[in-house]
């Protein structure tokens, strides 16, 4: 399973994400997508992401130029400039994932979806928020 997500880095909340059995812009663009949306179509926002081929894609900046987001890009071989990213991935897979594969492609989709929903956006601590969760960050602004 490929997942991308988008984060909302006042709070380091997730707002965005897709799940597929294949890497592409169409995942890419899915995540966006839920993000633009959930955050009631932004104006003079900025993504920020690496320099992955999906997301310099026509498809994606048509996506982006669409929304009115404005594009930023790490570094290239820069992980550090997409540090929150990273540590979300990292997290996700140290502190959830299972040693073993799972089953099936909706098993760790839904497994997927109760992390983001259910433990990192609700529960899990950041010390970037004073450890407070995204979702009680966002409610203490």
Same mark, same amino acid.
């Given at each position: 399973?490929?997942? *991308?997500?988008?984060? !909302?880095?006042?709070?380091?909340?997730?707002?965005?994400?897709?799940?597929?059995?294949?890497?592409?812009? !169409?995942?890419?663009?899915?995540?966006?997508?839920?993000?633009?949306?959930? &955050?009631?179509?932004?104006?003079?926002?900025?993504?920020?992401?690496?320099?992955? @081929?999906?997301?310099?894609?026509?498809?994606?900046?048509?996506?982006?130029?669409?929304?009115?987001?404005?594009?930023?890009?790490? &570094? &290239?071989?820069? @992980?550090? !400039?997409?540090?929150?990213?990273?540590?979300?991935? &990292?997290?996700?897979?140290?502190?959830?994932?299972?040693?073993?594969?799972?089953?099936?492609?909706?098993?760790?989709?839904? !497994?997927?979806?109760?992390?983001?929903?259910?433990?990192?956006?609700?529960?899990?601590?950041?010390?970037?928020?004073?450890?407070?969760?995204?979702?009680?960050?966002? *409610?203490?602004?």
């Amino acid at each position: 399973m490929y997942l *991308a997500v988008v984060m !909302d880095l006042f709070a380091r909340k997730i707002v965005g994400w897709a799940c597929s059995d294949s890497p592409n812009t !169409d995942l890419t663009c899915a995540a966006l997508r839920m993000a633009y949306e959930s &955050r009631g179509r932004p104006k003079n926002v900025m993504f920020h992401s690496d320099q992955g @081929c999906h997301y310099t894609s026509l498809q994606f900046r048509q996506a982006l130029w669409k929304y009115q987001i404005t594009q930023s890009m790490s &570094r &290239r071989g820069n @992980c550090w !400039d997409n540090a929150p990213m990273e540590r979300f991935f &990292r997290s996700f897979k140290t502190e959830w994932m299972p040693k073993e594969c799972y089953n099936t492609f909706t098993e760790a989709e839904r !497994d997927t979806l109760k992390y983001i929903l259910q433990y990192y956006n609700t529960k899990r601590g950041h010390s970037y928020n004073n450890y407070l969760s995204p979702v009680m960050m966002e *409610a203490a602004a």
